[in-house]
């Protein structure tokens, strides 16, 4: 079966994340993967799409950040064409 594709609008929830891979003696000193884990559960409106497909949440107000679309699942439609 075809997945349907979202669309900016749509209302989602994040199921999971992917932990980050970093080079030896890289630390996430910007607590990007703390962000990406405290998503896990939520539900959040699509703001758009990356150039990479990924989606553009905003999680946080000033912050917008883009998550893959295989680690979200649609909740609710939205209703503009």
Do not use: C
Not at 5 to 18: A, E, P, S
Request: overall charge positive; aromatic content about 10%; hydrophobic content about 30%.
């Amino acid at each position: 079966m075809e997945k349907r594709k979202l669309k900016v609008g749509d209302k989602i929830r994040v199921t999971g994340y992917r932990p980050g891979n970093y080079a030896p003696g890289v630390v996430d000193d910007m607590g990007t993967e703390e962000l990406f884990k405290s998503l896990v559960g939520r539900r959040y409106t699509v703001r758009g799409f990356d150039d990479y497909g990924n989606l553009e949440l905003q999680p946080k107000r000033w912050y917008t950040g883009g998550i893959e679309p295989d680690l979200v699942e649609l909740v609710r439609r939205t209703h503009a064409t």
